[in-house]
């Protein structure tokens, strides 16, 4: 996978999207390798 150029701060990043299949409480887990970097949770409502 290439990365792209520098955005916003990071040093480069790679572009995705995704699609919440349904309304709710969504949690995604962040991973650097193998290593949990972070979680983010949201409230999705439609």
Not at 21 to 44: C, M, N
């Amino acid at each position: 996978m290439q990365l792209g150029s520098a955005v916003n701060g990071a040093d480069a990043y790679v572009p995705c999207a995704i699609t919440i299949p349904k309304p709710g409480e969504w949690a995604f887990l962040l991973y650097d390798g193998d290593e949990l970097f972070d979680v983010l949770v949201y409230e999705i409502e439609e």
